[in-house]
């Protein structure tokens, strides 16, 4: 069974306000992605690792960074939240890339 | 442009009977295909995938069919439970690539 976690669960906060939504696994998976996903719309890929220091941007535009400074750990920043930025976040892990394994998403309101 | 389609954005299937979920796409570079099962506020957990060089996966109560010909997959979920209703996602992986492409879901409610 997949272990990935992520923190906070949800969250709302103000405009302008950095924020950082914090993904671990403990299955010591290189692959590493974070998805957006907005009510009853597909997953989009923003970000994904392919390993330590290994960092590229996904599909859609996103104005958050991740970082990927220790394997089991992957955070995703937004410097100044917007209301645009509300949605759902999910974190995933793979090892081939093929089966993801998704943590439970982190619910994002900026008011 | 949308390359993995779910057309039909819901689906109600009486318990006890087949449930088909359907997914069509347009890259023919996709190589991989793989479904999602999401409750709400959880994040998504795989059920079933299928190689392209495969035409049907089966695993339990889960079979998955591939058409390449026509670009189109199905789930069939026989006998469906109230345990199955949920948002069902298709996915697809493009040859070389190890990103996943999502369909926009099919939300299955299963009735007693």
Not at chain 1, 3 to 14: A, C, E, F, H, S
Not at chain 2, 37 to 44: M, Q
Not at chain 2, 58 to 65: C, M, N
Not at chain 2, 88 to 110: E, S
Request: aromatic letters at 12%; glycine letters at 8%.
């Amino acid at each position: 069974e997949a272990d990935i976690y992520q923190t906070p669960r949800y969250l709302v906060i103000g405009t302008g306000k950095k924020i950082t939504l914090e993904c671990s696994q403990t299955m010591g998976h290189d692959k590493m992605y974070w998805y957006q996903q907005d009510p009853g719309m597909e997953l989009h890929l923003i970000h994904y690792s392919y390993g330590v220091n290994s960092t590229e941007k996904g599909d859609l535009s996103s104005e958050s960074t991740v970082s990927r400074i220790r394997t089991e750990h992957f955070p995703l920043t937004l410097e100044s939240a917007r209301p645009s930025h509300t949605s759902q976040y999910l974190c995933a892990s793979s090892v081939l890339g093929y089966e993801q394994y998704f943590g439970p998403g982190t619910r994002l309101t900026v008011t | 442009d949308q390359q993995v389609k779910q057309n039909s954005p819901s689906l109600s299937v009486q318990e006890g009977r087949i449930s088909i979920l359907n997914c069509d796409y347009t890259n023919s570079m996709f190589d991989y295909f793989l479904w999602y099962k999401k409750y709400p506020a959880e994040g998504p957990t795989f059920l079933i995938s299928i190689s392209s060089i495969k035409d049907k996966n089966e695993d339990g109560r889960f079979t998955v069919f591939l058409n390449k010909s026509a670009k189109h997959l199905s789930l069939h979920i026989v006998p469906s439970q109230p345990g199955d209703s949920a948002v069902y996602f298709c996915a697809a992986i493009p040859q070389g690539a190890q990103k996943l492409v999502f369909g926009q879901g099919t939300r299955l409610t299963i009735n007693p």
